[in-house]
């Protein structure tokens, strides 16, 4: 394994950092003042047009697609490095360079598993920016933490499929540039519990859907994935060419979708720890309390090396599964993937915390990014599957060896 970065790699990273210190940190301060001007708080304020416009500009599009009829063509090993400068600046850069969640996730999924038409409809203006999408998969009174537990149903009628059911934290789905919902849920109750389960392409403006609401993560309005929402479809009716793949395909597409969804959230996280040790540094440097500088305290020294500690073990593990999923396929380096979810949004939020408690009340307040990096980092316990379940799978991985 060599994680030195190849000469395409190295010239993007440069170019992508010196576009985050001459465009997107400045911008921070202004998405939060248009944020706060603006009436909808689910609308993105002008700034990210400005910065899409930037970014396509200086070749900086759609890196995250593998597939070079669609995207950049990198791999996961040349995309990590790029991916954790987005995810310093979580509410701006992904969605700059249109490498943001749901979005990333339905366009990988409509490039692998959609058909002409979906590309042509819907495809081709997401990777073109000019529309937003949602996944509709976990739902209010089932264990979602369990995919074969979706009860929203999807029935055949005619030419049609009928679609009923419940979801909730539908990400995407507030954003008034919505324009398609993907929704799994069951097209035959009494088939294999894994086969059970198909996905559909709802367009927003189908008649019987009601988004009921928007919901807040710990009090924020998450606009950073196009807002989560609960979401209600009463015989809502759609062609039957909007299926994706076939029916019964839905469990193993929403397992192909979340692989690479889980660790693109990874390489983001390790991008908010060093956002976040770096502003812990310069905060504890510049401060004095009991007659020194806070970062000649014992307690501030270990808190800082622990943390470079945590983040290079984890940046290193993500760096290994990125290369498996190279050369061995996602199936390939499924372990590994559970390694990553359980292990860095756990660092992370401990990183951030410690920069938090570094910086004392200002850390929780909105004059830093800390509180909101913790925020959508503590989420990541919970979405695209919990730790406990992560942690269950892998064990059951790892004592098969032994059986």
């Known amino acids: ?145 369990d995919a074969t537990n979706i009860a929203t149903r999807i029935t055949r009628d005619g030419d049609d499929y009928v679609i009923n059911g419940r979801k909730w934290w539908s990400s995407g789905a507030m954003n008034p540039n919505c324009a398609v919902f993907i929704v799994m849920g069951k097209t035959d109750p009494d088939a294999d519990r894994h086969k059970q389960q198909s996905m559909i392409c709802v367009p927003r403006d189908t008649p019987g859907i009601t988004v009921k609401r928007g919901m807040h993560v710990f009090g924020y309005t998450d606009g950073s994935h196009g807002g989560h929402a609960e979401i209600v479809f009463d015989d809502v009716r759609v062609p039957a060419d909007h299926l994706i793949g076939a029916e019964g395909d839905g469990f193993a597409i929403a397992q ?30 510049e401060r004095v309390a009991f007659g020194k500088p806070l970062a000649e305290q014992g307690v501030i020294q270990d808190w800082i090396a622990e943390s470079r500690v945590r983040i290079e073990q984890a ?51 909105q004059d830093t990014p800390l509180a909101v990096l913790w925020a959508s980092t503590r989420t990541l316990r919970l979405a695209d599957g919990p730790d406990e379940v992560h942690k269950a799978s892998l064990a059951r991985r790892e004592l098969r060896k032994y059986r």
């Open 1 to 145: 394994m060599d994680f030195s970065f190849d000469e395409r790699t190295a010239e993007l990273h440069e170019k992508l950092t010196d576009f985050m210190a001459e465009h997107v940190y400045p911008a921070e301060a202004v998405f939060e003042e248009q944020l706060a001007a603006q009436s909808d708080p689910w609308s993105r304020p002008p700034v990210i047009e400005y910065l899409k416009q930037k970014a396509r500009e200086a070749g900086l599009w759609n890196l995250f697609l593998p597939d070079p009829r669609f995207g950049a063509g990198l791999t996961n090993l040349q995309y990590a490095p790029l991916c954790e400068l987005l995810g310093r600046s979580p509410h701006l850069a992904p969605e700059a360079l249109n490498c943001a969640a749901p979005d990333t996730g339905n366009m990988e999924l409509l490039a692998d598993f959609g058909s002409a038409a979906q590309h042509e409809r819907w495809l081709t203006p997401l990777l073109q920016g000019e529309i937003r999408s949602a996944f509709c998969m976990t739902e209010p009174d089932v264990a979602s933490s």
């Open 315 to 365: 940046r290193l593990l993500v760096l290994k599964t990125a290369w498996l999923m190279d050369t061995v396929g996602n199936r390939g380096a499924h372990s590994e993937i559970q390694a990553i979810k359980i292990a860095v949004p756990s660092m992370t939020e401990w990183v951030i915390d410690k920069a938090i408690q570094a910086h004392g009340a200002a850390g929780v307040s």
């Open 256 to 285: 192909a979708r979340l692989g690479p969804g889980r660790i693109h959230h990874c390489m983001r996280l390790i991008g908010k720890a060093e956002r976040a040790l770096e502003l812990m540094c310069r905060r504890t440097s």
